[in-house]
Nanobody
Framework: VQLQASGGGLVQAGGSRRLSCSASGRAFNSYTVAWFRQAPGKAREFVSAIKYGVGTTYYGDFVKGRFTISRDNDKKMVYLQMDSLKSEDTAIYYC???????????????????WGQGTLVTVSS
């Protein structure tokens, strides 16, 4: 599968943004897909993941109910709805995938073998 992230841009603090991750290839419903982010000078950070199959979701601790991940297997898309954005959410957001993934919490970058190119989200305060 190949991935392409989109939807980034400039948003005011307190606002919302929806990121999209489009996938090519077959059997998309067999893939676990995640979002990571990387702010300038910081390490890549787990944001959220949605598993294959029943679509169990996971979130980084900092999300605190502000973000929602979802997927549309027919369209081969994964979305990250981000609400109540803060300046510290400014980062390049990457989507990543791996086939299946039965790890309890797939929150490590090393868990994923395919990465999209990233989309920049800038939150102005």
């Amino acid at each position: 599968v190949q991935l392409q992230a989109s939807g980034g841009g400039l948003v005011q603090a307190g606002g919302s943004r929806r990121l999209s991750c489009s996938a090519s290839g077959r059997a998309f419903n067999s893939y676990t897909v995640a979002w990571f982010r990387q702010a300038p000078g910081k390490a890549r950070e787990f944001v959220s993941a949605i598993k294959y199959g029943v679509g169990t979701t996971y979130y980084g601790d900092f999300v605190k109910g502000r973000f929602t991940i979802s997927r549309d297997n027919d369209k081969k898309m994964v979305y990250l709805q981000m609400d109540s954005l803060k300046s510290e959410d400014t980062a390049i957001y990457y989507c990543a995938s791996t086939v299946k993934m039965d790890k309890a919490v797939p929150a490590m970058a090393a868990d994923y073998d395919t990465w999209g190119q990233g989309t920049l989200v800038t939150v102005s305060s």
